[in-house]
T-cell receptor
Framework: AQSVSQHNHHVILSEAASLELGCNYS??????LFWYVQYPGQHLQLLLK??????LVKGIKGFEAEFIKSKFSFNLRKPSVQWSDTAEYFC????????????FGQGTTLQVKP | GAVVSQHPSWVICKSGTSVKIECRSL??????MFWYRQFPKQSLMLMAT?????????EQGVEKDKFLINHASLTLSTLTVTSAHPEDSSFYIC?????????FGQGTRLTVV
């Protein structure tokens, strides 16, 4: 069965700390990978995506993620978090060619203390 | 980016009544839209794929007679929760894709009392 697993459910960091959120997937075939962020009271927004090519992708707001095919992983990183990064983060996958039908991980709540 | 708008943002209804949620693509046409459900502290679960001019495709375990989907135009899909019960209380989110990116509505918080 297709699934996405996020390792951390709730992460608390101080400002300027480094962030890494784990994401592993189980999905047959070639996949596209995404990280979404949901700020309190707002829409889900795309942080970054991987379709092909360089496995290290850079997104908005200083986030990046690395696709490691052998580990079925797509971990999200940021060298130095800010208080404004406090949000819910979702990893998601879909099958190549089927952009809209996403399988989401459980989500990680990130709380950044000022 | 493209804008997807949901209405209402929140709704409270009595058990046994039906509730309609609208999802509109404001600045693009969407032949396909997707409906998700999010329980508290949990992830988004795909409920169904809404296809303009044809029947929706439901994910396994989703009752199609309970969650009626209509996609009558290229900019509007509706989800009707029929004979709502408290267990239907949840956060419902729609999305539509433009090129390779999915855009999400702001969600609708449904509370059934």
């Amino acid at each position: 069965a297709q699934s996405v697993s996020q390792h951390n459910h709730h992460v608390i960091l101080s400002e300027a700390a480094s962030l890494e959120l784990g994401c592993n997937y189980s999905y047959g075939g070639t996949v596209n990978l995404f990280w979404y962020v949901q700020y309190p009271g707002q829409h889900l927004q795309l942080l970054l995506k991987y379709f092909s090519g360089d496995p290290l992708v850079k997104g908005i707001k200083g986030f990046e993620a690395e696709f490691i095919k052998s580990k079925f992983s797509f971990n999200l990183r940021k060298p130095s978090v800010q208080w404004s990064d406090t949000a819910e983060y979702f990893c998601a996958v879909n099958r190549v060619g089927n952009t809209g039908k996403l399988i989401f991980g459980q989500g990680t709540t990130l709380q950044v203390k000022p | 980016g493209a804008v997807v708008s949901q209405h209402p943002s929140w709704v409270i209804c009595k058990s046994g009544t039906s509730v309609k949620i609208e999802c509109r693509s404001l600045d693009f046409q969407a032949t396909t839209m997707f409906w998700y459900r999010q329980f508290p502290k949990q992830s988004l679960m795909l409920m169904a794929t809404s296809n303009e001019g044809s029947k929706a495709t439901y994910e396994q375990g989703v009752e199609k007679d309970k969650f009626l989907i209509n996609h009558a135009s290229l900019t509007l899909s509706t989800l009707t929760v029929t004979s709502a019960h408290p267990e239907d209380s949840s956060f419902y989110i729609c999305s539509a894709s433009v090129n390779t990116e999915a855009f999400f509505g702001q969600g609708t918080r449904l509370t059934v009392v």
